[in-house]
């Protein structure tokens, strides 16, 4: 094969990133994977729409079909973004034997199952290296990188509007809500806000990451998810004199840890929730936009991944590093490398919320008389649920007062059945406030 060609559905952020970065870039490229590779076409909805970097009107079509059939073009990428037709224009390319690259988290998340087996019935790969964590090689680096090893901890700050919201809440002590609305303002955040903000976006990353560590399909709709809406400046502090960060986390952490099972079995805690986290803890110091990785594999130990979560230029290099193996694949018509999804847990299953393990942040707005404390942790020792320590902050609330409790392990059940019962309590006004703490364990 002299060049490779390719065939673009989507020129605007990240396909009018990816034409620049091979325009930059492409003649390095080609000396490292010792083949050229030429955008062929580009599909786009409308000539005439603003895009981040041009693209010769020559190039570019308004029929993504003329893309995926043309004979020209050997590899296909889908950065049109949604589900349905992002749906059609893969299946489509994969029934043609052609590889595909995507950036599309959603689309993965709904149908990933139902590509990966069209992948293996057409013989042709799809590569999806941008749609988690922008520039950072995530997908690459648990598919090769760590091939040797069990994952037996990932900790993912994975969404960039979340984790700058968090940050200048923590740094500049302000609300929810003002923050939200100046990142609006500023193109940090969408409007409406609630793909990122409620965590589903987060959701779509780490099932992705899920199942790609432990080898069967995680279903979105096991993934438990909280997002940070309903985060206080109040709690950001308390928690800050209590020596935490609050970071919104993505947790995939195999139940029994760091135990090697000889026959293929594990149960997972795949979950997305703000999460008190050590200041000492490196994950504590990834602020505004960034996002981060830490991975835990049991030959590797413990490492930690860190870039841009977004953005045309890191979005562009992950589609590169996609084209590079797609482009490899085909030059050497190679398809024994490790494959982008492969199914190797026979019996894996998503342990349910209720029975996650875990530490607790909870704050209460109690009234300021004696006896509550004894009242409130009767109700945990009748659930077996040790306090670790009590804080009464300065400060009232009407006639109330706040009062902290840290929590040590226990399942979620538990704990949420506890705070049921405390939340009934006289003693106890307005619903309690739980967060969850991770140790890193
Ligand atoms: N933006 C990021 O930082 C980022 C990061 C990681 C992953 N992603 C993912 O990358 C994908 C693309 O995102 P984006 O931000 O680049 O979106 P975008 O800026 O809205 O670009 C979408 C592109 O698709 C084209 N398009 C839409 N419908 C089409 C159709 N029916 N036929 C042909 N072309 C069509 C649009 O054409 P027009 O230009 O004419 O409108 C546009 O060029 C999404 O799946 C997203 O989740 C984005």
Redesign the pocket.
């Known amino acids: 094969m002299q060049q490779v060609n390719l065939g673009m ?7 009018s990133g990816v034409f620049h970065a091979l325009q930059l870039n492409g003649a390095l490229l080609a000396l490292r994977i010792g083949v050229p590779v030429a955008v062929r076409k580009v ?4 000539f005439n ?1 603003p ?1 981040p970097y041009e693209i010769p009107r020559s190039l570019m079509t ?1 029929d ?1 079909r003329e893309v995926v059939n043309d004979p020209e073009v050997h590899i296909v990428s889908e ?3 949604g589900t349905t ?2 749906r059609e224009i893969i299946l489509s390319a994969l029934r043609l034997g052609k590889p595909v690259i ?6 993965l998340s709904a149908h990933g199952e139902e590509l990966f087996a069209a992948t293996k019935e057409h013989g042709a790969n799809l590569y999806y290296e ?2 988690v964590c ?1 520039g950072i090689p995530i997908i690459k680096s648990l598919r090769e990188g760590f091939v040797g090893n069990r994952i037996t901890a990932l900790y993912g700050i994975v969404n960039g509007t979340c984790n700058y919201i968090l940050t200048r809440m923590k740094l500049e002590g302000a609300d929810f809500g003002a923050v939200l609305a100046d990142a609006q303002r500023q193109g940090y955040a969408e409007t409406p806000p609630d793909l990122d903000i409620d965590g589903w976006d987060s959701q779509h990353k780490i099932g992705i990451l899920a199942s790609l560590s432990h080898g069967f399909w995680v279903r979105p709709e096991d993934i438990y998810v909280e997002g940070i809406r309903h985060i206080s400046a109040l709690d950001i502090k308390f928690a800050d004199e209590l020596g935490y960060t609050i970071k919104l986390l993505g947790i995939i952490k195999m139940a029994e840890s760091g135990k090697r099972k000889e026959k293929s079995s594990c149960r997972v805690q795949v979950s997305v929730y703000p999460t008190l986290v050590p200041n000492a803890h490196v994950l504590a110091g990834v602020n505004h936009v960034f996002n981060a990785v830490f991975v835990r594999g049991d030959i590797v130990g413990d490492t930690l991944f860190y870039g841009r979560g ?3 230029d890191a ?1 562009a290099s992950a589609v590169l590093s996609d084209l590079a193996d797609a482009a490899l694949d085909l030059k050497f018509v190679s398809k024994h490398r490790v494959p982008p999804f492969v199914p190797h847990e026979c019996d894996g299953a998503v342990l349910p919320i209720e029975a996650v393990v875990s530490s607790y942040f909870v704050r209460l707005n109690v009234v300021d008389k004696p006896g509550v404390l004894a009242k409130i942790a009767a109700v945990f020792g009748e659930s077996r649920i040790g306090i670790s320590s009590v804080i009464q902050p300065e400060g009232h609330e009407g006639a109330s007062v706040p009062l902290i409790f840290m929590l040590h392990h226990a399942t979620n059940g538990a704990v949420a059945g506890a705070l049921k019962k405390i939340g009934r309590l006289s003693v106890v006004k307005g619903q309690p406030v739980m967060l969850r703490v991770e140790t890193f364990e």
């Not at 559905?9 to 396909?15: A, F, L, N, P």
């Not at 995507?102 to 689309?107: D, G, P, V």
């Open positions: 559905i989507g020129g605007g952020t990240v396909g599909a786009v909805k409308a729409e895009r308004t993504w950065l049109a973004g037709l992002a995507t950036a599309n988290k959603a689309l941008a749609s922008g977004a953005g045309k979005t």
